[in-house]
C-alpha cells in the first residue's frame, strides 16, 4: 500500500487549499482514511477522518466548519479542502489509511499506512 499526499503550498491566511491523497491498493474503498498534521517541535496530530462508504465524517475540533474531507473510491483518492486557512494551521500534512476492521477513526495508532506529507504553510 501506498499514499501519495500533494496539493501543499504557501497561501495567505483566510485562504484556501486542497490536499490529495492517492492510494494504491485494490481495496481502498474499504478503508477508512484520516488526515493529521505535524507542525515544527509538536506532536502529530488528528485533522479529519472520512469512513469507508463516506457515510460517516468526523474532525479534530480546531478545523471544523473550515475543513472538508472527502473521498472518491473511484479514483483511489482522499481529499481535504481547506477554507479560512490560518497561521496555526502551519503544518506537514500526512494522509494515513486504516484497513478493516475499522478502528477509532481519530486515533494516530488505528492508523496503518502513512503518506510522506506535504506542506501547507499559511502567512499573516
Known amino acids: 500500500v501506498q499514499l501519495q499526499a500533494s496539493g501543499g503550498g504557501l497561501v495567505q491566511a483566510g485562504g484556501s487549499l486542497r490536499l490529495s491523497c492517492a492510494a494504491s491498493?485494490?481495496?481502498?474503498?474499504?478503508?477508512?482514511m484520516g488526515w493529521f498534521r505535524q507542525a515544527p517541535g509538536k506532536e502529530r496530530e488528528f485533522v479529519a477522518a472520512?469512513?469507508?462508504?463516506?457515510?460517516?465524517?468526523f474532525y479534530a475540533d480546531s478545523v471544523k466548519g473550515r475543513f472538508t474531507i472527502s473521498r472518491d473510491n473511484a479514483k483511489n483518492t482522499v481529499y481535504l479542502q481547506m477554507n479560512a486557512l490560518k497561521p496555526e494551521d502551519t503544518a506537514a500534512y500526512y494522509c494515513?489509511?486504516?484497513?478493516?476492521?475499522?478502528?477509532?477513526?481519530?486515533?494516530?495508532?488505528?492508523?496503518?499506512?502513512w503518506g510522506q506529507g506535504t506542506l501547507v504553510t499559511v502567512s499573516s
Open positions: 472520512i469512513s469507508w462508504g463516506a457515510g460517516r465524517t
Open positions: 494515513a489509511a486504516d484497513p478493516p476492521p475499522s478502528g477509532s477513526m481519530w486515533s494516530i495508532h488505528d492508523y496503518e499506512y
Open positions: 491498493g485494490r481495496t481502498f474503498s474499504r478503508w477508512t
